[in-house]
């Protein structure tokens, strides 16, 4: 069984920075595509970004692209998710999430995922 415990979220101004973090158990952590996705009350759990299991390989959703970063330590089984030039429509509550089998899927859809943490809320006001 593996546990995933996100970190790191917290009240920001727009334009701040915030680093997420990722720490998972219970697992082989190398062997991971992991992703973080986010939710806001009353939508969709949206794809954020995914890092390959050697980190060489990332994706983003548009909404992360340049100025969302992931990045991943395999030694300490540990994933990040630096976040810079925060928005207020940033606000959510962010997953983190690990894909075990690997292989041809849709690494965007949450339902590709096995694993999932409990969340860290990230508010960006105005």
Do not use: H
């Not at 069984?1 to 996100?6: D, I, K, T, W």
């Not at 920001?12 to 992703?35: E, H, P, W």
């Amino acid at each position: 069984q593996v546990e995933l415990v996100e970190s790191g979220g917290g009240l920001v101004q727009a334009g701040d920075s915030l680093r997420l973090s990722c720490s998972a158990s219970g697992g082989t952590f190398s062997n991971y595509i992991m992703g973080w996705f986010r939710q806001a009350p009353g939508k969709e759990r949206d794809f954020v970004a995914l890092i390959a299991r050697s980190s060489t390989s990332t994706y983003y959703a548009d909404s992360a692209k340049g100025r969302f970063t992931i990045s991943r330590d395999n030694a300490k089984n540990t994933m990040y998710l630096q976040m810079n030039s925060l928005k207020p429509e940033d606000t959510a509550l962010y997953f983190c999430a690990a894909e075990v089998g690997g292989g041809y899927k849709d690494y965007v859809r949450p339902a590709t995922y096995d694993y999932w943490g409990q969340g860290t809320q990230v508010t960006v006001s105005s």
